[in-house]
């Protein structure tokens, strides 16, 4: 029997947190918010919808992550699959079966949820984030041979293979470090495609110049260490 715990992120999500834990389905053990120095009712809303709610005042969705895994290398018993959500309701948890299939059925160690445009809602990714996902999977094709198509933060991963990873981006850098390191330690990866819609609120990241740009930094930065690492 698989164990599942899934780690959410959330900055300033009360209006739609309570939405994405009750969607997620019941084969999860435990769901873990973190909420990420919200000033709103996030981190109520979380509680109240049966959450584990851990705060992290650090901001960025690196030291969430962390913060989530932290938690769970303290927890007498570990989960097998680790799964990562946003919390502004973008992503179908309920799809979150389709997401660990792959690791279920046939081993494999890492699957994303791939937003591929048959499937978003209009409007759901701004031109920013659709040229820097082609651009960052571009790059990982011309330099690792990889199959990527995007950088969705719906994903799954075996716990024990997470571990090896030593993840340590604190921002936006945490989905492609994530991908780099699969592909330089030769896991086995799969994307499956999802649905993808018009999140509840403003992002933060594609939402705003700042956050286009500092993402795009993070992002390509990651992806030359590693070109040059080879």
């Not at 901001?59 to 895994?69: E, I, P, V």
């Amino acid at each position: 029997m698989h164990k599942i715990k899934v780690i959410i992120p959330a900055y300033n999500e009360a209006d739609s947190i309570t939405h994405v834990i009750n969607d997620i389905p019941k084969v999860v053990d435990e769901i873990i918010v973190v909420n990420n120095n919200s000033t709103d009712k996030t981190e109520e809303n979380a509680r109240k919808a049966g959450a584990t709610v851990l705060n992290e005042k650090n901001k960025g969705y690196g030291n969430a992550c962390l913060k989530g895994l932290e938690y769970i290398a303290n927890t007498p018993e570990k989960p097998n699959i680790i799964v990562f959500l946003d919390g502004d309701y973008s992503d179908y948890p309920e799809e979150l079966t389709k997401i660990v299939a792959p690791i279920i059925e046939k081993d494999i160690d890492f699957v994303i949820g791939a937003r591929i445009k048959s499937l978003r809602e209009v409007g759901s990714m701004t031109m920013p984030q659709i040229f820097g996902n082609w651009l960052a999977t571009s790059l990982m094709k011309l330099f690792f041979r990889a199959t990527f198509t995007d950088l969705g933060p719906f994903r799954a991963i075996k716990y024990d293979k997470l571990l090896m990873l030593n993840m340590i981006d604190k921002t936006y850098g945490w989905t492609v470090e994530m991908q780099l390191k699969v592909l330089k330690q030769k896991f086995t990866y799969l994307e499956v495609p999802v649905n993808y819609r018009n999140r509840i609120g403003v992002s933060k990241v594609s939402g705003t110049i700042k956050g286009a740009i500092f993402a795009g930094v993070k992002i390509l930065s990651w992806i030359f260490k590693y070109s040059i690492k080879k």
